[in-house]
Each structure stands twice: as structure tokens, then as C-alpha cells.
């Protein structure tokens, strides 16, 4: 058998012991990277390897098989996965390879702006802010000065806005202590942009409230309904004509279908996601389950948003179907309910929406912080990662954050 996601081995392990089955994760990282936390890598407040779980260790204690490589391909009617390094042979295969960047094919926004997808990506963003207040603390012209330390961020969803936060609380609870030359009051701009008419657009308006309120406290520059139609070196233009320059210039406006679901000769959705049936078998076949961002789950007539929080609900219910199949009885339906959403807005700043039985309740400041930290405390696998998150987290709220050009 062949199966991706970390979840999913987790949730195996009890159930199909690895003397029992043949079984082995495929991925080109040999780590799992929990991304919630990638804004926090991204502007100091972890070191990469806080977010990124050894999937080695995961397979090895579950005595399942691990190999690092490409898929460039699954056949579906002949039962392989086609490698980088030669075929694998399946009797199931679940796919679980997630999304990729979505540039929507604006021009230079693969060249001249950094995603925020990858763990590459946070430490990229990171070094390039860093390396921006190195080069403005020495710069005497103003006009470069300014466009050193402005920084435009796009995509206002949850991946932009906690980016936002955080880097103003990075310059002003770090960077104002180290870089006495940079006036940060004249020379600092953040601008966040967005297409929708508010930020959060995905989440219960009352969050998208409560983060434009503290965004405007942050004094970032929030545009929205701001659609960017080119980004060139330095500059990004929009269709409705504003034009901003700035050094650094983050892109986190969405995600697509990762390219290896075309290989699949299965019924996609519009988006080209997989289409699952409830028991997250594609096409009805007992064969292939799919699952995360990669499967179109449909619930009440949508298919399920690509969340970190589907895709570990749905491993679980993937793996009671994978072991039930695996011993010959018929796989089960996976019953969706929604928790609801969390936004970090700083230092000891957040937004969380509780779902109820009914609706759902929402809170801000302290108390909401508290529950978004416990919640990914939890949620990391692994004790050393915890160790370090809790360790790094205090360190970076006490002595300031990583701030040294350094890998
Ligand atoms: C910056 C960021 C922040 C996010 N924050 C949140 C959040 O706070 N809360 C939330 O609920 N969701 C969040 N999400 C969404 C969440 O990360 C995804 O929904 C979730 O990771 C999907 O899980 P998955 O298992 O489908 O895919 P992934 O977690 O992306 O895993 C896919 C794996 O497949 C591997 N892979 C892909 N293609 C290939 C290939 N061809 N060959 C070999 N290996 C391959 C990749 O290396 C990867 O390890 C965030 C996403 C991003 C980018």
C-alpha cells in the first residue's frame, strides 16, 4: 500500500501494525511542516525546525516505510505511483499531496514576489526583511530608505494578516532596539492588500472586524478591493491603479490544485480537486481515497476549504476506511464539524471563532491568544517540537526574536 499525509500514518499505527501491511509514505520533504506557525518563522519568533516534523520518525515507530522522492505521476487503471526513482505498485493509494501557490497568472508575481507556502519561504521572507534594515540603517538617501523598509504584503486571508501582525510586533518589540540609525515612525511602511472588500474575507465577518481593528492599531495600511495586476521589481501595480514601491513584496493570496491531480484519470472538480464521496474513496473506487487540500469533500453543496483542520479530520476518518478496507469490510462515511476559526493580531493579540451546536461565539484580545496558542501547542506533533515552540515563544517575548542573517 501507498499513502500520503502524517495524519493519516498517526491515526494508522493502532489499527494496521506495520508487520502487518506493507505501507509507505511518499513525499519529496522528508519533514512534515505544520504551517500555521510558517508567519512566525517568516518574522522571527521560531527557527524553522520548530515547525517541521521528521515524517522518518513518524513511519519508523509505526514500522511503515518512508522514501524521499518525486511523484510525478499515479496510474490508477495499472496500480503504480510513478517516482522520480522508479515505480511503486499499490493494492491503495490515498493522495494527499496538498495545493500549490496560486499567481492566478499575474504577471511577475512568481518572479518578483516571495509565497508564503513553503518552509523555504518563511526563512526567504525573514532574511529578506533583515537584510532590508541592514541596507536602510546605512542608506543615505531617503527616498531609498523609505522603499528599503516599505513592505507590501498581498492576500489579506488569515496567511497576510497574522504576517502583518507579526511584523510590525517584530520591528517594534525587536528591530527599534537594534537599528538606531532607521526612524521608524517616517521611514516603516506595511501595506496589506486585498481583491474582497474586507480582510478575512473566508472567515465570520465579526473576525474580520476585530483583525481590521487591530491592523488599523498596528498602523498597517490595510487596501482593499485591490486587485494586483503586475508586480515588477520593486513596484506592484493594481487594476484599479494604485502603484506602490517597495523592496519586499510577500505573495499569499491563495492556493491551486497541485499539478500531479491531472495525472489522475479520475472525475476532478471544477478546480480540479478529486472528487471524494463520503467515505473519501475517488470515483467510488475502494482503491484510491484522497484527502486534504487536494480532495473535493462536498458539504452542503461546497466542497470542504482547503484547512489544516479538514485535512487532519479527514486523515482520521481516511485511515478507519484504509484499515477496514485493507481487512475487507466496507469503508465508512466521514461525518464534517466545522471547530471554527483562530487569527493570531500580535503579541498577546488574537481572534478566535468557537463553533457551537448552534452558531458559534467570538472572542478577541488575551483570552482569544491564550485559546490560539494552547490550540497549536496541541496540535504540533512531537515532543521536541513542543519543547521548542513553548521555549522559543517565551525567549522571543522576553529577549526579542531571530534577528541574525544567519541560516
Ligand atoms: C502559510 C500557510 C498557513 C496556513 N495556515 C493554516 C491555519 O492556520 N489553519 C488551517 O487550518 N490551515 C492553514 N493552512 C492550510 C493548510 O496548510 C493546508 O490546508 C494543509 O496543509 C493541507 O494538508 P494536505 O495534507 O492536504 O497537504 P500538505 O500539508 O501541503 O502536504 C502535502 C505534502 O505532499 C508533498 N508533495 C506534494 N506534491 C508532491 C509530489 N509531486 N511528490 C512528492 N511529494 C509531494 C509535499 O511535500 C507535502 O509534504 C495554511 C497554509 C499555508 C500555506
Known amino acids: 500500500m501507498r499513502v500520503g499525509g502524517l495524519h493519516l500514518i498517526r491515526a494508522l499505527e493502532h489499527r494496521l501494525p506495520g508487520k502487518a501491511v506493507d505501507l509507505t509514505l511518499v513525499d519529496r520533504q522528508n519533514y512534515h511542516l505544520f504551517t ?3 508567519y512566525q518563522v517568516a518574522t522571527g519568533e521560531l527557527p524553522p525546525h520548530a515547525v517541521a516534523y521528521p515524517l522518518r520518525l513518524a513511519t519508523a515507530l509505526a514500522g511503515y516505510r518512508f522514501i524521499q522522492t518525486e511523484i510525478e505521476a499515479i496510474d490508477v ?15 491503495h493509494v490515498v493522495v494527499a499531496p496538498g495545493s500549490v501557490t496560486n499567481d492566478y497568472g499575474i504577471p511577475g508575481v512568481a518572479e518578483h514576489a516571495v509565497a508564503m507556502k513553503w518552509l523555504a519561504d518563511g526563512e526567504a521572507v525573514r532574511k529578506r526583511v533583515i537584510r532590508a534594515f541592514e541596507d536602510a540603517a546605512i542608506e543615505s538617501d531617503a527616498a531609498k530608505r523609505k522603499q528599503d523598509l516599505t513592505f507590501v504584503l498581498i492576500g489579506a486571508g488569515p496567511v497576510g494578516v497574522e504576517l502583518a501582525s507579526s511584523l510590525r510586533d517584530l520591528m517594534d518589540h525587536t528591530l527599534r532596539r537594534i537599528y538606531p540609525t532607521v526612524d521608524f515612525e517616517r521611514d516603516v511602511t506595511i501595506h496589506l492588500l486585498d481583491a474582497a472588500d474586507r480582510v478575512l474575507p473566508s472567515f465570520d465577518p465579526r473576525l474580520g472586524r476585530i483583525a481590521m481593528k487591530r491592523l488599523e492599531q498596528q498602523k498597517i495600511r490595510v487596501l482593499l478591493k485591490a486587485a494586483v495586476s503586475e ?48 467515505r473519501l474513496r475517488a470515483d467510488g473506487r475502494d482503491d484510491v ?46 461525518v464534517y464539524r466545522r471547530k471554527g476559526d483562530l487569527i493570531a493580531l500580535g503579541r498577546t493579540n488574537a481572534g478566535a471563532e468557537l463553533a457551537l451546536v448552534r452558531g458559534s461565539v467570538v472572542m478577541s484580545g488575551l483570552p482569544a ?39
Not at 523592496?247 to 499539478?259: D, H, L, M, Q
Open 289 to 334: 481515497l484522497s484527502l486534504g487540500d487536494a480532495a473535493a469533500f462536498d458539504y452542503q453543496g461546497r466542497p470542504l476549504p482547503q484547512l489544516a483542520q479538514v485535512a487532519v479530520m479527514e486523515a482520521k476518518a481516511a485511515a478507519r476506511n484504509v484499515a477496514a478496507l485493507v481487512r475487507g469490510q466496507p469503508a465508512v462515511p466521514y
Open 77 to 91: 487503471e495499472r496500480h503504480v505511483v510513478r517516482t522520480a526513482d522508479g515505480d511503486l505498485p499499490y493494492d
Open 231 to 278: 508586480i515588477r521589481p520593486g513596484l506592484v501595480r493594481t487594476k484599479e491603479g494604485a502603484e506602490l514601491r517597495a523592496r519586499t513584496i510577500v505573495w499569499s493570496a491563495g492556493v491551486k490544485t497541485n499539478p500531479l491531480l491531472a495525472t489522475i484519470d479520475l472525475p476532478k472538480a471544477k478546480d480540479g480537486r478529486l472528487l471524494v464521496d463520503a
Open 36 to 38: 500555521p506557525l510558517l
Open 369 to 407: 491568544w491564550t485559546v490560539w496558542r494552547g490550540n497549536y501547542l496541541l496540535q504540533l506533533l512531537g515532543v521536541r517540537n513542543r519543547a521548542t515552540l513553548l521555549m522559543e515563544w517565551v525567549l522571543s517575548y522576553f529577549s526579542g526574536r531571530l534577528v541574525a542573517d544567519a541560516p
